[in-house]
């Protein structure tokens, strides 16, 4: 099973970025699917999820708005349209597979990619 992330990099504050999460080894259009962050020197932060069928999509206030999760079950990739970027969005981007089950915490999701640094700066 891999989950591999790409298309971070750095970018200015207003400018947007397109982050891809292409997955294998498992039936991807069964598992709901998350964006989970990190900042340097904090915690690991959730940032959206998606339903397996891409019609429910869940997002943190800090991301609302701003950010877009969709999924191509066809061709087994996540992604994440993060538009109107701000320097506290500066963070590594992880995409990870949600286990069945309610009101799932970060640390309870299975499999993480190596995930892909977001960096907003001017």
């Known amino acids: 099973l891999q989950l591999v992330e790409s298309g971070g990099g750095m970018v200015q504050p207003g400018g947007s970025l397109r982050l891809s999460c292409a997955a294998s080894?498992?039936?991807?259009?069964?598992?709901?699917m998350s964006w989970v962050r990190q900042a340097p020197e904090k915690g690991p932060e959730w940032v959206s999820t998606?339903?397996?069928?891409?019609?429910?999509?869940y997002y943190a206030d800090s991301v609302k708005g701003r950010f877009t999760i969709f999924r191509d079950n066809a061709k087994k990739m996540l992604y994440l349209q993060m538009n109107s970027l701000k320097p506290e969005d500066t963070a590594l981007y992880y995409c990870?597979?949600?286990?069945?089950?309610?009101?799932?915490?970060?640390?309870?999701?299975?499999?993480w990619g190596q995930g892909t640094q977001v960096t907003v700066s001017s």
């Open positions: 998606i339903n397996p069928g891409g019609g429910s999509t």
């Open positions: 990870a597979r949600v286990p069945p089950g309610d009101s799932l915490s970060i640390y309870e999701y299975d499999y």
């Open positions: 080894g498992f039936t991807f259009s069964n598992y709901n």
